[in-house]
C-alpha cells in the first residue's frame, strides 16, 4: 500500500480513530513508509482559546479543505494505515514549517 508523502492531507476514518472520516494531515518522514502505522495531525474547525499548539489554515485548491480549520498539532499520534483515505490535498510549505516548529517546542517542553 502506497501511503501519501509527508505534507499530504488525506481523509482518515475507521475505529477507533474516526467513525466518519475527517482530514489528518500525514506528518512522517517518507522514509518510514512502511509498517502498520503512520504519524498524522488531525484538523479541528472548532477553535480553542487555550490552545496554543495549533496552526491556522485557510482552504484553497491545493490543500482541499473547505473551511477554515487549525491544525491540532498537540494531537500528534500515530494511525493505523488502513485508517488512511485519499489524499485531498498538500499544505503549504509555511504551515508545515510552523507546525515542524510547534512539534519541536513541544517535545523540547518541561
Not at 1 to 10: E, K, L, P, R
Not at 11 to 18: C, E, I, M, V
Not at 81 to 88: D, H, M, Q
Amino acid at each position: 500500500m502506497v501511503i501519501a508523502a509527508f505534507g499530504s492531507v488525506v481523509l482518515a476514518a475507521g475505529r477507533p480513530y474516526s467513525a466518519k472520516p475527517r482530514p489528518v494531515l500525514i506528518f512522517q518522514n517518507d522514509r518510514f513508509s512502511t509498517g502498520e502505522s503512520v504519524v498524522v495531525i488531525p484538523f479541528t474547525n472548532v477553535l480553542d482559546p487555550e490552545a496554543h499548539y495549533r496552526v491556522a489554515v485557510q482552504p484553497d485548491g491545493a490543500n482541499g479543505l473547505t473551511k477554515p480549520c487549525w491544525l491540532e498539532v498537540d494531537k500528534i499520534s500515530a494511525i493505523r494505515r488502513s485508517a488512511i483515505g485519499p489524499t485531498i490535498g498538500h499544505l503549504g510549505d509555511a504551515q508545515l514549517e510552523r507546525a515542524l516548529t510547534l512539534a519541536g517546542q513541544l517535545m523540547s517542553a518541561e
